[in-house]
């Protein structure tokens, strides 16, 4: 026992190593609009908290025994990662231009804010009142995704013209998104995204300080004691939500549940067992690994990367398209794990591409998935200092959907084509009737290295 908790933490530790490296290089140099960062996150939540946890002397979980092996895939997946996001960094030495200059004008920026913020607003209900033809369906889909986007440029917007109070407050708005989802839909996590979205973007443009750490280990901690609550009261969340209960019985039981919140305690072994539930997508990486070892099933040879090209194909241009959303059965399928009906269980990335090519197809896919993260992190980042905001939602919102990293990358693959179907058509709508001259703002200069590569102070 003694030697698989050591191996465990060994493989935390270089977890924990890889993701502080990636984020150093990354985050100094001033690179990006936080979809780097966000992608980190999103990956520790469902990679490294609950390995983390296992270590804890006085928890023992239930499905630990296979978590460590898991956790070796995720580990060569992010050394896959660093390397793609290295490759694109030697690319381009130079922090994207920033100063004030010819940009777009400042009126036009705004009302496209503001059209991205309507757009995201009446898909969302429109999600939630159910999508008829296919395409629009798919596109509908991003509209809580566009929300997103739009409150974190409002907030941009404010700090580079140093409304602070004014950016504040639509910080303060993305606390209500988990609220929202939970309230609408009866799921927290793309409630939690979504602000982490927002955070992480508004995040990109301040220096690497103390007190930038401090404030996400704050954000974490925050985090963890709303989803132990959440988790405590979730059947009874979802039977409200999904039953069609009305809102007032919904806030009701909102109101008790928050009422009577409960803060992270790593003592208390009912929390750790909740993240443990529903945070550990290492057990069944590793639950994978052994059932491909054993024999049980074979290797599928890249034919689910197959099916995530024929998602790219809309529904509405393909009416028999063989590919459906979700990860289908594929975590069965090369785990031997049966499920309740009716129950969605992601296949990851990670673990996608290890039933296709194993630990080499981790690794190399996960350097192109590094790659192509830091790309759009840049492309956006340039596209936003120049002040044209139509660009960067055409790269950055399609570049969201690499969030998905518990599902297929079919899902990906769709989510990102929608995404850039809508992105064309707001965009669009967007465009003034008369296009402005381009005009010379006070814009802020978003903040740079030195020449040495220091963090600025």
């Known amino acids: 026992m003694l030697t698989d908790d050591l191996n465990l933490a060994n493989w935390v530790a270089a977890c924990a190593c890889l993701a502080g490296f990636v984020l150093y290089r990354h985050w100094r140099h001033g690179w990006g609009v936080g979809l780097l960062l966000t992608y980190i996150f999103c990956f520790a939540a469902l990679h490294w908290l609950a390995p983390l946890l296992h270590l804890l002397p006085w928890f023992e979980p239930v499905r630990g025994d296979l978590t460590p092996v898991g956790l070796r895939q995720s580990t060569w997946a992010l050394v896959g990662f660093a390397v793609g996001v290295e490759l694109l960094n030697t690319r381009s030495r130079r922090t994207p231009e920033s100063t004030p200059g010819e940009i777009h004008n400042r009126k ?214 063989p590919i459906v959303g979700g990860s ?28 296709n090519f194993g630990t080499a197809g981790v690794f190399v896919g996960f350097i192109l998935i590094g790659a192509l993260v830091t790309l759009v992190d840049r492309r956006a980042s340039q596209y936003l200092a120049e002040g044209n905001i139509s660009a960067f939602g055409l790269w950055y919102m399609p570049g969201l959907s690499l969030l998905q990293i518990g599902g297929s990358i079919a899902e990906v693959t769709a989510t990102a084509a929608a995404s850039v179907v809508l992105m064309v058509m707001v965009n669009k709508l967007g465009q003034p009737v008369a296009p402005g001259a381009v005009a010379r703002v006070p814009s802020r200069p978003l903040p740079a290295a030195d020449p040495e590569g220091e963090v600025a102070s």
């Open 108 to 321: 036009a920026q705004e009302r496209l804010i503001r059209v991205y913020l309507a757009a995201g607003v009446l898909l969302y209900i429109a999600a939630l009142l159910g999508g008829r033809l296919p395409l629009i369906a798919a596109v509908v889909s991003t509209g809580s995704t566009l929300m997103a986007v739009s409150v974190g440029l409002k907030c941009w917007n404010a700090w580079r013209f140093e409304r602070y109070g004014r950016m504040w407050l639509w910080l303060a708005l993305t606390a209500f998104f988990p609220l929202l989802t939970v309230l609408t839909q009866g799921f927290l996590g793309f409630g939690f995204v979504a602000t982490l979205i927002v955070v992480s973007f508004l995040a990109s443009f301040q220096p690497l300080r103390l007190r930038t750490i401090v404030g996400c280990v704050i954000l974490v901690y925050g985090g963890l004691s709303v989803y132990v609550t959440y988790m405590r009261d979730r059947s009874e969340i979802r039977d409200l939500v999904w039953g069609g209960q009305a809102v007032e019985i919904r806030l009701a039981q909102l109101e008790g549940t928050f009422r009577e919140a409960e803060w992270f305690d790593p003592r208390n072994i009912d929390h750790l067992d909740r993240v443990e539930k529903r945070l550990n997508q290492n057990h069944l990486i590793g639950s994978a690994v052994a059932y491909l070892n054993e024999g049980n099933a074979r290797y599928a040879g890249g034919s689910t990367l197959i099916d995530a090209i024929i998602a790219l194909v809309p529904r509405a241009l393909w009416p028999n398209k």
């Open 328 to 355: 289908g059965d594929i975590v069965s399928q090369y785990t031997g794990i049966r499920f309740a009906y009716g129950t969605s269980v992601g296949v990851g990335q990670v673990m996608e591409l290890h039933v």
